[in-house]
């Protein structure tokens, strides 16, 4: 059977982490292994910070324009998955998504934060999920780390206040007023250095994403979300 260590090293040699896992329930949702048997041990695979952009960024040419990175995430993912006897899925496909947002809070100490995205206690918002690895089996896990939320004891919430279309003013996430601020002619803040509520959150600055890095999520997104 593989052993957490040496899927993280695998996953550490494109850039990409081990999230956390966990032995899923009925109520995780989480689907079959191909063959309809009941998946053991899930395992969520992501990004940390700049290290999965420093290894894409030199392949991203190799890629289709429309979704590099999510293909870039395919590609290394299934192979690590045909290499440790897994199954790959991700939080791409579909719709119907994935509910990636609620297996990340089984397996690792994350939150939603006032924007939606999920907030880590170190990482900030400043990480993100490239997809899963089922196994039939029941791996050891390590104990689940319990942390604080950051946001609990934010007292100002800038990322509440900064956003100048107020996209998340009501308490949910308004992402026809982002996207026209992003990809309207006063956008180029938010365009070309990262969403400006994401920036104002204090926690995880080393693992802030660099300008390049930010630049091409924003125009993804504004190239992907637009109806
Ligand atoms: C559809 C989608 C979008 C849509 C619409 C999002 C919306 N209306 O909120 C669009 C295209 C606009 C979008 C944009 C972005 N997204 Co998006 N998106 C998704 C996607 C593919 C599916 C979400 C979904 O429908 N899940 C299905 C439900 C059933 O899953 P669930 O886990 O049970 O649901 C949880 C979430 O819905 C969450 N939630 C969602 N919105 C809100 C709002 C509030 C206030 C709260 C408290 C919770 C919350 O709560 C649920 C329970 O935990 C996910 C990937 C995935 N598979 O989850 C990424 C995902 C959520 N997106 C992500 C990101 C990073 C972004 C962007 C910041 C990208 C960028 N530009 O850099 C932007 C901006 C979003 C923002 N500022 O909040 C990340 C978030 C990572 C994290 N740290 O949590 C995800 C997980 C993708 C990934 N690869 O990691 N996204």
Redesign the pocket.
């Known amino acids: 059977m593989v052993a957490i260590p040496e899927i993280e090293s695998t996953l550490r040699d494109v850039g990409l982490v081990s999230r956390g896992g966990f032995h899923p329930q009925a109520e995780d949702r989480v689907p079959p292994m191909p063959d309809e048997a009941d998946v053991g041990t899930l395992l969520l695979v992501?990004n940390v910070g700049d290290a999965m952009w420093r290894h894409f960024q030199a392949v991203k040419s190799e890629y289709a324009a429309d979704h590099p990175l999510n293909e870039w995430s395919r590609r290394a993912i299934e192979t690590i998955a045909a290499r440790c006897g897994a199954h790959a899925l991700f939080?791409?496909d579909?719709?119907?998504?994935?509910?990636?947002?609620?297996?990340?809070?089984r397996a690792e100490p994350?939150a939603?934060s006032?924007?939606?995205?999920?907030?880590h206690p170190d990482y900030g918002?400043w990480?993100?999920?490239?997809g899963a690895l089922a196994f039939r089996e029941r791996i050891a896990l390590p104990p689940f780390d319990v942390r604080s939320i950051p946001c609990d004891h934010c007292r100002d919430k800038p990322c509440l206040s900064v956003c100048p279309v107020r996209a998340f003013a009501a308490?949910?996430?308004d992402?026809g007023a982002?996207l026209g601020h992003v990809g309207g002619e006063h956008g180029g803040e938010c365009l070309e250095r990262?969403?400006m509520?994401?920036r104002a959150c204090p926690v995880g600055e080393r693992y802030r994403y660099a300008a390049d890095q930010a630049r091409f999520?924003?125009h993804?997104?504004l190239r992907?979300?637009r109806p």
Do not use: D, K, S
């Open positions: 992501g939080p791409f579909g719709p119907p998504y994935l509910p990636f947002q609620r297996w990340a809070q994350v939603p006032p924007l939606g995205t999920l907030i918002l990480h993100a999920y490239r308490g949910g996430y992402v982002c990262g969403c509520a994401r999520h924003m993804a997104f992907n979300a």
